[in-house]
């Protein structure tokens, strides 16, 4: 593919910046613009795109031969052929099955009968020639229906070209044919509609080797007539003849650059025109695209490099075999974990915080403060068989004999169970304060993948050190259990003992106990009014309409829960107070992501409103553990068997021989366990973490900073265990290598521009004439003719073939290298000694002698004929100076 040098000359300077972009891994956005040409039927926009990119292979012919969108993808590639969208997998080398494919293709969907149809042809041209651009051929606008052609044919290809034309990103080529009225253009005004401000639209003229003799469009190619901002080209596409004599495009461009050399009213400007001409343009304004993308491409460079700066400074005198690096790297990352374990348990703080969940020390701090002291409150037992157990605990300690006291052994005995009861949660608070420790050394040994083995080896020690200390950290816990177990201190001040009832009356000593017990536990769970939680929350058990699905701002206090509308707590939706509340789990639904808990009450009464419980629902299972126990601390528990177990005790109970006496026993056994059981889980929530942060964490923190270091050197050969791991050999070299990619993109910017020079878009101009009417400026209006309309024509039958008039506002004459201004006619060469002539002139655009009467038209006309062979001998006569010849 060959023709366009302008695109053969852009080619190397994107493919440098495609290679050094594609060494950085940087995708190089340049999305060079579309071109697509608009225009009437048979203007000759197809030999305009078939002239830009140098290739014969789009269908010709006369009347409507392009009849659906052409989308020509020219994609850079070491080796030429095309390949259509339609038929992936096919080939073409040969540009003539591309023709005949592309009119298959056109009569498969529209019918051979002139049909026309919105669904484009995508065709790729692969090329080491080309850039990677995209190029659309449209259908011609045309006005009659024809063949299969609907009856709104114009407005449907109208509507079909402004889909393409209207981004911001194509190129219009407006093309018109010299031989019709340019102020009628169909290709003008659709280019004005999608680009009012002119900024992307190019005329073409075509087909001025098919104008009338003596006429010609030198007015309209020099932009004084209907101007554009871009203005025109003129270009000389190949005849039919040529077509079917397979006249290549290079001697096409030959003769078009010797047409425009030789005909009079072009030669002056024929620099400006023909298709390498239009193809300067075009590859202009690619240039212009690529140069406005540099500053953001060097801008994107630059930055990166600055971020590489620091790292590839240590790696420039890295030499991976020095021994002393080795030491001194090694020492560094044992250093380094040991500040970020502190950091991490310690929560004093790094650039690396995490924002997305709990961590560390963080985490710990909520196992030991609200996950443990639930898992105590929420152990469930039978309310119904612990009084059954007490009740035989009783009755076999009285033995035959029938009892006057309550016995303290069987406290003694009810309690112990209890006591035991208490290892579960505090060895379930071991094991996962141990597994957040192993995340947090696997985390910090991260920073060592550098030397797989030294990070491997490291978290080894340290794992195997916190297995050690949690083995003495349970068996320090049970321990502490076990001394519960071995002395029920009855004189505990928090006690309610037997001493304050012990003689008084049976119902007096077992109210006495029971108020006792109450008293100790609303004030034990009463904080004064304060808040304990704020957090978003939905209501899961409300309908869709009464705003069940929404989240509302939850303020938790220690004696009320109430809702609003956002965290600004203006709108209160309700507010619900705690007393007798108690508290439960939801099963999750199948589809629900939300994790659901109720608030209840054990007495069947109603919540809120007409619900018997208030579902509320949140996002994590580690936010529903921590409402619970923010509604643990506001003294609402969680459901236990024997909420449901309470409701059958009466009627069970009632049922059995337990006389009143040993049922007031039962009840003050109750209660007596439930105080003293108060006292033991307070002094184990309080120790289990003591224990914990003493055998564990802080004895971990310990090994790391004064231990670990000689473990290492214990462990084996350091040279092996500071061996760099294959990823990170790698790691340096691509490190290197896009910092060298980067500074070398850099200077490929620098170069190429220094090596293109961007075009400024030219000022703007008045072409209010394309949104006037349809109709071409009469004569002897203001407005610009046409150039159809008013193309410079003879002015008689008689003055066939004369040179053209010598125009009276300094018009240059043609082929003269100077270009003398021809002095006006003496009164001796008029005939008949009329007086002088007036000398034409053209303001706006038309000719001074259109207004004259029709005699001194005449006269008007016979002395311009007599001036310009006057001019045309001066010409003569200096070609023949300088040896050319005419």
């Not at 071109?35 to 789009?58: C, M, P, T, Y």
């Not at 008293?519 to 705003?547: A, P, W």
């Not at 004064?706 to 040279?719: C, M, N």
Request: glycine fraction near 8%; include cysteine.
């Amino acid at each position: 593919m060959a023709g366009n040098t302008g695109m053969e000359q852009l080619i190397p300077i994107v493919n440098k910046l495609q290679d050094a972009f594609t060494q950085l891994g940087v995708h190089m956005q340049l999305d060079l613009p579309q071109i697509a040409v608009v225009g009437g039927q048979s203007a000759g926009k197809s030999s305009v795109l078939e002239n830009f990119v140098g290739r014969d292979f789009l269908p010709r012919g006369s009347g409507i031969v392009t009849r659906r969108p052409l989308i020509l993808q020219l994609i850079y590639h070491p080796h030429e052929y095309g390949e259509f969208l339609h038929k992936k997998g096919d080939r073409y080398t040969n540009f003539d099955e591309i023709r005949k494919e592309i009119e298959a293709d056109t009569d498969r969907i529209t019918g051979n009968n002139k049909g026309i149809s919105n669904l484009p042809i995508n065709l790729r041209v692969y090329s080491p020639n080309v850039l990677n651009l995209t190029l659309i051929d449209l259908p011609g606008l045309t006005k009659v229906p024809v063949g299969d052609q609907p009856q709104d044919i114009e407005q449907q290809i109208r509507n079909m070209i402004m889909t393409y034309i209207s981004k911001d990103s194509c190129l219009i080529l407006a093309v018109s044919p010299a031989n019709s009225d340019l102020a009628n253009s169909d290709a003008l005004k659709l280019s004005k509609d999608a680009d009012p401000d002119g900024l992307r639209t190019i005329g073409v003229i075509t087909k001025l080797d098919l104008m009338d003799e003596g006429t010609d469009a030198r007015d309209v190619l020099e932009n004084k007539l209907l101007p554009l901002r871009r203005g025109y080209v003129g270009v000389v596409n190949r005849s039919q003849k040529d077509i079917d004599g397979k006249k290549d495009i290079k001697a096409a461009m030959a003769a078009e650059r010797k047409f425009f050399l030789a005909h009079p009213a072009y030669r002056h400007v024929a620099d400006r025109m023909g298709t390498p001409y239009l193809q300067r343009v075009l590859n202009q304004q690619l240039t212009n695209h690529i140069r406005e993308t540099l500053p953001s491409l060097r801008d994107k460079l630059q930055k990166q490099l600055l971020a590489m700066e620091k790292e590839v400074e240590q790696y420039k005198h890295f030499r991976p075999d020095d021994p002393s690096i080795k030491t001194k790297a090694m020492l560094q990352m044992i250093q380094q974990l040991q500040n970020d374990f502190e950091r991490a348990i310690e929560g004093s703080g790094s650039a690396a915080i995490n924002t997305n969940e709990l961590s560390g020390g963080a985490k710990i701090n909520r196992l030991f403060h609200e996950r443990f002291p639930y898992e105590i409150v929420r152990m469930e037992f039978d309310e119904k068989e612990l009084r059954r157990e007490i009740a035989f605990a009783i009755r076999n300690i009285h033995g035959i004999r029938v009892g006057l006291f309550t016995p303290d052994m069987a406290f003694d005995a009810i309690v112990k169970g209890q006591i035991a009861r208490l290892k579960e949660p505090s060895l379930k608070c071991v094991d996962l304060v141990v597994q957040e420790l192993t995340n947090v050394v696997r985390a910090c040994t991260l920073k060592m993948s550098r030397y797989p083995r030294l990070q491997e080896e490291t978290e080894r020690i340290i794992t195997t050190h916190i297995r050690e200390r949690e083995q003495i950290c349970k068996e320090s816990i049970l321990l502490m259990n076990e001394c519960e177990l071995a002395y029920m201190n009855t004189n505990h001040e928090d006690f309610i003992g037997f001493a304050k009832y012990q003689y008084q009356s049976s119902n007096s000593s077992c109210r006495s106990a029971q108020q006792t017990s109450e008293t100790s536990s609303k004030s034990g769970r009463k904080l004064g009014n304060q808040v304990i939680r704020k957090g978003y929350m939905s209501i899961s058990n409300l309908g869709f309409m009464k705003g069940g699905s929404r989240d509302y701002w939850f303020v938790l206090t220690s004696e009320s829960l109430s809702w609003f509308k956002d965290e600004e707590e203006r709108d209160k939706k309700y507010m619900l107070m705690l007393d007798g509340l108690k508290i439960k789990d939801i099963e999750q639904g199948f589809m629900s992501r939300r994790h659901v808990f109720a608030l209840y009450n054990p007495d069947q009464r109603n919540v809120y409103k007409d619900y018997k419980e208030l579902q509320l629902g949140v996002e994590t299972q580690d936010d529903m553990d921590s409402w619970k126990a923010s509604f643990l601390r506001a003294g609402v528990y969680p459901e236990k068997v024997s909420d449901s177990a309470n409701g059958e005790e009466g009627s069970s109970e009632g049922s059995t021989s337990m006389d009143p006496q040993l049922e007031r026993q039962v009840e003050t056994i109750r209660n007596l366990v439930d105080s003293y059981m108060k006292i033991v889980t307070k002094t184990t929530r309080d120790l289990v973490p003591k224990s914990l942060m003493h055998l564990m964490i802080n004895n971990t923190k310990e090994f790391i900073n004064g231990e670990l270091l000689a473990h290492l050197y214990a462990s084996g050969d350091q040279s092996s265990m500071m061996e760099e791991s294959p990823e990170e050999a790698r790691k340096r070299e691509e490190m290197l290598r896009m910092y060298h990619a980067c500074k070398e993109a850099l200077k490929i910017i620098g170069d190429v521009s220094m090596a293109t020079v961007t075009t400024p878009m030219p000022p703007p101009v008045k072409d209010d004439w394309l949104s006037t009417g349809q109709d071409s400026p009469k004569i002897g209006q203001s407005g610009p003719p046409s150039p159809g309309g008013s193309m410079r024509k003879p002015i008689s039958a008689n003055v066939s073939r004369a040179p053209p008039p010598v125009p009276g506002g300094g018009r240059p004459a043609p082929a003269i290298p100077t270009r003398p201004t021809p002095a006006p006619p003496t009164r001796q060469g008029n005939a008949g000694g009329l007086p002088p002539p007036l000398i034409p002139s053209r303001p706006g655009g038309g000719s001074g002698i259109t207004n004259a009467p029709l005699p001194q038209r005449v006269q008007q006309a016979a002395m311009n004929a007599a001036a310009g062979a006057a001019v045309n001998a001066a010409a003569n006569e200096l070609f023949s100076s300088f040896g050319f010849k005419k």
